[in-house]
């Protein structure tokens, strides 16, 4: 019996079919979509509209010489990234300042600080050092309850006090007992307050407040400085519950004094690493993948040819798409990287943490990638097709 042509005619018309569909797009096409010849997002996106997410088609924008000229118009200091804990800090930030106007405020005392009490004249009320004892086994310690005792004087709250209102206070008590009293009330050790150093420093543990005011850049350098993997412009300062978002890198880089708080007792200085400022890098590259950025400089052509840029066989140069949703308004740009030139826009466009970079395939490669996930199933039916079983005599079973 002769082989019936029919199953070489239904694969025929099954490659037809698809060739058709490839060429117009169909979604039975397996892997990624054509991305081209789009003005908006097909993928609806979660947008903020007042106090709620709603989800809303975006546009695509074109990464033009307008477009990069209007972005430097609004550039500002970049401040905080996507997460949820630096969005909360950057929306407390005005809470305080680091370049507040008027006088410094003094030290004020505390439990557990050290002080020397000198009255000049009168050396039976001064504990002399001797040259066997430290300043700090001759000062006087405040007590837990804030207090400490002086002869003469009696028992005197000095927590919360200044040494100038100590020394003020002092002075009156014993003016009783002494003729023009000459006194003078020093710090010997700073014991009562201390923050928090911790995260990405080369020595994190706890850094003693004294009377020279403490910025938290101090309270780094204190503690070591940064190291390579920590994120200038994400350190979160913590205070009495609240947390702060202070951006060091915005002080490096636009002189923004306000960045450098001055530190209190008991604030929390958390310096962040840097693995959440990532790009993503996907589609027809050399080398797909995440790329951490320096100090969040880095540019479009700088993630490209990190990742061994486009991808010369299988690569649609025309459609390469920057996709930002670290926002709350998610944005989409689109670069025709198909003359070289377009590199010097790719140059200009700074990227965020968490973009993702995405390039297209070519036409052509993404039919050929349909033809060879078919070939197999093709040239299987073809062999069942010229198969001859001998439990029917060498033919092929009929209906």
Same mark, same amino acid.
């Given at each position: ?16 079919c698809?060739? *058709?569909s490839?060429?117009a #797009?169909? +979604? ?26 709603? /989800? ?7 990464i ?12 500002? /200091?970049?401040? =905080? ?14 809470? %305080?300042?680091?370049?507040?106007? #008027? ?5 004020r005392? =505390? !439990? ?5 009490i ?6 039976e009320? +001064?504990? /002399?050092? =001797? ?7 001759a ?15 009696g ?5 919360g ?9 002092l ?5 009783k ?15 009562s ?11 994190? #543990? ?11 850049? $101090?309270a ?5 400085? %940064? ?8 350190v ?5 519950g609240? +947390?702060?978002?202070?951006?060091i890198?915005?002080?490096? @880089? ?11 007792q008991? $604030?929390?200085?958390? *310096? ?10 996907? =589609?027809?590259?050399?080398?797909p #993948? ?23 066989? +299988? ?14 308004t998610?944005?989409l740009?689109?670069l ?10 790719? @140059?200009?466009?700074p990227?965020?943490?968490?973009d993702?970079?995405?390039? $297209? ?8 990638? *349909?033809? !060879? ?14 198969t001859y ?7 092929? /079973?009929?209906?």
């Amino acid at each position: 019996m002769n082989v019936s042509p029919a199953p070489l005619a239904r694969i025929h018309q099954i490659l037809a079919c698809l060739a *058709v569909s490839t060429l117009a #797009g169909c +979604t039975i096409i397996p892997g990624n979509q054509a991305y081209s010849h789009r003005d908006e997002s097909d993928v609806r996106l979660p947008i903020q509209q007042g106090d709620t997410l709603a /989800p809303a088609n975006v546009k695509i924008k074109q990464i033009t010489a307008e477009l990069i000229i209007d972005m430097f118009k609004a550039a500002r /200091p970049p401040v =905080g990234d996507g997460t949820s804990s630096a969005k909360v800090a950057e929306k407390n930030n005005p809470r %305080f300042s680091g370049d507040q106007p #008027g006088p410094v405020p003094e030290y004020r005392l =505390g !439990a557990g600080d050290i002080i020397s009490i000198i009255v000049w004249d009168h050396p039976e009320l +001064t504990i /002399p050092a =001797g040259s066997f004892r430290t300043a700090e086994q001759a000062g006087t310690v405040i007590a837990e309850d804030g207090t400490i005792f002086f002869p003469y004087a009696g028992v005197i709250k000095v927590a919360g006090k200044t040494t100038s209102e100590v020394r003020s206070i002092l002075s009156t008590k014993l003016a009783k007992y002494i003729e023009k009293v000459q006194l003078d009330v020093r710090m010997v050790a700073f014991r009562s307050q201390q923050v928090y150093v911790v995260g990405e420093v080369a020595k994190p #543990g706890i850094q003693q407040v004294t009377d020279i005011p403490m910025t938290v850049l $101090d309270a780094v350098n204190r503690a070591g400085g %940064f190291t390579p993997d920590a994120d200038y412009s994400r350190v979160l300062l913590t205070r009495r519950g609240t +947390t702060y978002l202070v951006d060091i890198q915005a002080m490096y @880089d636009y002189g923004a004094r306000e960045q450098n708080a001055l530190l209190e007792q008991g $604030d929390i200085v958390n *310096v962040a690493d840097r693995s959440y400022n990532k790009v993503f890098v996907l =589609g027809e590259v050399a080398k797909p #993948g995440s790329l951490v950025m320096n100090k969040k400089r880095s540019t479009l052509a700088e993630a490209l040819s990190d990742s061994g840029y486009i991808n010369q066989t +299988t690569a649609d140069p025309r459609w390469v798409y920057v996709m930002r949703g670290n926002s709350d308004t998610p944005e989409l740009f689109h670069l025709n990287a198909s003359l070289p030139d377009a590199m010097l826009l790719a @140059d200009r466009f700074p990227l965020r943490p968490r973009d993702i970079i995405y390039v $297209d395939t070519a036409p052509i490669v993404r039919w050929q990638r *349909v033809i !060879a996930n078919m070939l197999p199933t093709a040239t299987m039916l073809n062999l069942t097709s010229q198969t001859y079983y001998p439990l029917f005599g060498g033919r092929q /079973p009929t209906r």
